[in-house]
């Protein structure tokens, strides 16, 4: 589902960079987003995570989400992500976080794109 955080690490291993960032704008609202690798102080959690996506409303960077993430999806309970996010319950909801995350897919897809011709 997020093959292309295994790039986007990598290329921050290469660049000897501990962090990223991008804009993230989902239902009207601007999320400022850092990709954290775990270095330092950054502990991982879980074994199999890769980096760690913090979402701050540029709003408010007081309002936060922090989630782990591997190559196959975010890791963290659905209902902490809706709440975030403000995703209104639906039946088929593993359907709709499976487009949510292709959309971010196609986000780090485009960054990592963009990094390498600069």
Not at 2 to 15: A, F, H, I, P, T
């Amino acid at each position: 589902m997020l093959e292309n955080l295994n790039y986007l690490k990598d290329d921050m291993v290469n660049k000897n960079w501990t962090i990223c960032s991008f804009i993230f704008r989902y239902k009207g609202v601007e999320y400022i987003v850092l990709v954290k690798r775990f270095v330092g102080t950054e502990k991982r959690v879980d074994k199999y995570a890769l980096v760690k996506l913090h979402f701050m409303r540029s709003s408010d960077l007081n309002d936060d989400l922090q989630v782990e993430a591997n190559r196959q999806h975010l890791i963290i309970d659905p209902k902490e992500l809706r709440r975030y996010f403000g995703i209104e319950y639906q039946k088929n909801l593993g359907e709709y976080f499976v487009n949510l995350q292709s959309n971010w897919e196609m986000l780090f897809l485009f960054l990592f794109l963009i990094d390498f011709q600069m």
